[in-house]
């Protein structure tokens, strides 16, 4: 295989600590509206598109479950939350960050968040300038677990896919990942790989910063 020439990161739970916020405000949001959502129910739409993710909910909590508005409501919790208490960087995250630069390898962002969002959540943690090209949520036709939003990442870094190394910590971003070409790495967050995941996985990390013995070697499988 090529040398990486681009590093792809998924930012929900790899980049920035949202992911528990976003566990937290989906139980709560759904029990206001007097539903039971437990821990492993939100583990299963993490980065999932929001079309896939409103069949599979409503496939677990029943069809009159009503996600658009357990959505909003989720959302406007989160963003109250992140306003009074800000964001939190993941570790490693600034450290590789800066070996990338300083190997001129391409960055890029793929997250199923938004691009208003996104983009205001990246210069709010102080990292936006770090990046290449962003791919997000509302930019493809079809979100995580489908390879669009990779494809796109490396289109807009100039690269074959799998010439990029993708750094997720979710299942459904890591199937993505590896669906599109490019060399898939797992940096566990809230889970740990299973045996599903780990046939699919170039490599797991316990932070960002461990990953960057993968820019140092010429011939990476």
């Keep these: 295989m090529s040398r990486i020439k681009g590093a792809i990161f998924d930012m929900d739970g790899t980049l920035i600590d949202t992911e528990k ?12 509206f007097g539903y039971t959502m437990t821990d492993e129910i939100v583990f299963g739409i ?7 993710a409103e069949k599979k909910l409503k496939g677990i909590l029943g069809e009159d479950f009503p996600y658009v508005d357990v ?13 009074e208490h800000g964001i939190e960087l993941k570790s490693g995250a600034r450290e590789l960050l800066e070996f990338l630069r300083r190997k001129g390898v391409r960055i890029a962002v793929a997250t199923a968040t938004a691009r208003a969002k996104t983009e205001k959540y990246l210069e709010q943690i102080g990292i936006a300038d770090y990046f290449d090209a962003i791919a997000c949520g509302d930019m493809v036709e079809n979100g995580k677990p489908e390879p669009d939003i990779y ?3 490396a289109e807009k870094l100039g690269l074959a896919p ?3 190394a993708a750094f997720e910590d979710s299942p459904n971003g890591l199937k993505s990942a590896y669906r599109a070409g490019c060399v898939t790495v797992m940096i566990p967050d809230l889970s740990q790989p299973d045996e599903e995941l780990l046939p699919i ?3 797991v990390y316990n932070s960002l910063s461990d990953a960057a013995v993968l820019f140092e070697s010429e011939d990476i499988q």
């Design 162 to 164: 799998n010439e990029c």
């Design 46 to 52: 993490r980065s999932l598109a929001r079309k896939f």
């Design 71 to 83: 959505r909003e409501h989720r959302t406007e919790l989160l963003d109250a939350y992140i306003k």
């Design 21 to 32: 916020l976003y566990i937290r405000f989906w139980k709560q949001s759904a029990a206001d």
């Design 151 to 153: 494809l796109l990442a």
């Design 201 to 203: 996985l170039s490599g």
